[in-house]
Structure formats: C-alpha cells, structure tokens
C-alpha cells in the first residue's frame, strides 16, 4: 500500500488532525511529530531476505516475526537531527565528541580517522544536512540536554518504536513497497552518483540503479516522506537507537519497550541505513548495530518524545 494511501485511510480512521500533530518545544528543538498507538508485526520473513538478496551472514536478524502492540502515542522527529541543532547542543555543554570517525579512504578502506569529527565528517554539508560522526553516547548526551532545556522527556526510541514509526501501516520491504522503482525519489542511498564516484560497477546488488542527487548525505526533509510525516526514515544516515543488541527477536519486548541486556551492553541498534548503503540493508525491517562510542560519517539520529 502506498504512503498517500496510508496517509488518507489513518486520516479516514483517527480524524484529519493526527498527520497534523507536530511542534517543537524551544526554537532549536527538533520538529517533533506525534505518532498514534497502534499495533503491527516487527521483523521479516525468510522469504523478504531471500528477495532482497540478503548475505547469508545477515540473515536471521530481523526473526522471527511478532506482533507489537504500542498502546500510548509518542512522538518522534520530523527529521534526523541536524548539524545545527547539535551544533546548539555542543555549545551550550561544551561536550567533547572526540577527533576522529570513521570514514572510506581513497584506497577503499574503510577506517577510523584522525581529524574527522561531526563539523568536518570529510565532506561538505549544509547546517540541514543530519549530523554524522555522532556516537551512541554523544546522542545520548544530546538528548539528557533536551530533556533539561525543555523539561520534556526526550530519549532515544526503541528499536520497536522506530520500526513502527517508519512502517506507517505498511508491511513491504520499504515503507513506499518492495520494488527498488522509484527509491530516489523516496530516500538518499547508494545510488548511481556514489557509483560514479567510486568508479564502481553499476549492479543491483551494489547500488541502486537511480540517482538522489546527492554524493553523500543530503538536507534533511529532501525526499518525500512516510505516512506519518517523517522524512528520511529509511538513508541518509543510520539512526541510533536505545536498544541492546541481540542476535534475533527471540524474547523481544511486544509493547514497545526498550530491549535492554541482561548484563553489559557491548552494542547499540542503530536503523535505518544511510546514503552509503546497499538495496538489502535500506528496509524498515533490517537491524544492525555498532558500539556506544562508535562515531561514522554513515551514522546519526532521531530524537523521541514521550507525551
């Protein structure tokens, strides 16, 4: 079903005012917009990973498939957050966020890089663009920050919460379906610029055979957005979340809490995928994860809200 569609049938069903429901609470706050309860099946099927083309080393991830049911509205930004609105963040704590990130060489390897921070990832971006070279723990920081500047609780979402949001009613691989038609006019990916530039060959497997118009990240809010309102949901920069990793779902919360570890947490979900990604990992359904401290110019965030 396709994301207009979504959009006038959750109108139909909840009243015209809900995809309306956006604010934000101080001027450099994120747009945040609200997203209504509901209930959808988290994860993908075998059969999703055979499709997509799915290494076999990735695939069991994102399983079994199990109902969630999110019983509370909650809110969630509109966009990823921006290099301006960390850059207010980093002033006002003075936070250190390090000196180096990770990045692709010209040799094409792809290791952590002295000199390379969120105001100088290797590649020019705009004050709009999202910002990257952000670790689990500097997001963490920036939302502890919101929550103090705005008395609101602001945190990072589940990784159910997320999966949801991104969703938007949908069921298919990618929030505007399953077929790889149209993906630049929906996200920014690796497409045929970033081919171009690597001097790689153009396979599906690689690339998305299309062009976003951008080389690396792109301007949050460029492409069009989900049923719910929210922009760049699947690209652009991969999106941490609060959660603990785990090899799969089993055991996985079905309300929409935070899946935490039953000791340390050595790793972080993140979602989402960014411009630098393939097809296969660009699905609402698709998880990965990273250390807290990890900082690369493919990863950044989104910001929730409870009500």
Known sequence: ????WLAFAL??????AWAQQSFRDCPTCPEMVVIPPGSF??????????????PAYFRGRSAPQHRVTIGYAFSLGRHEVTRGQFAAFAQATGRDTGTSCWTLRADGNYVETAGRDWRDPGFAQTENDPVVCVSWEDAQAYVEWLKR???KGYRLPSEAEWEYAVRAGSQSARYWGDSLDGTCLQANVADLTLASRFNAEKNPER?????????????VGSFRPNAFGLHDALGNAWEWTGDCSHDTYNGAPANGDYWHASG??????????????????????YRFWFTPGYRSY???????RTN
């Open 207 to 219: 690339f998305f055979l299309c062009t976003d118009g951008h080389l690396h990240t792109a301007p």
């Open 264 to 285: 340390d947490c050595p790793f972080r979900v993140a979602r989402g995928g960014s411009w630098f990604n393939n097809p296969w990992s660009v699905r609402a359904g």
């Open 11 to 16: 109108s139909a069903i909840m009243g015209p």
């Open 298 to 304: 493919e990863v950044g965030f989104r910001v929730a």
């Open 41 to 54: 099946t988290m994860g993908v099927a075998a059969a999703e990973e055979e499709r997509e083309g799915v």
């Open 1 to 4: 079903m396709r994301s207009w």
């Open 149 to 151: 500047t705005t008395g």
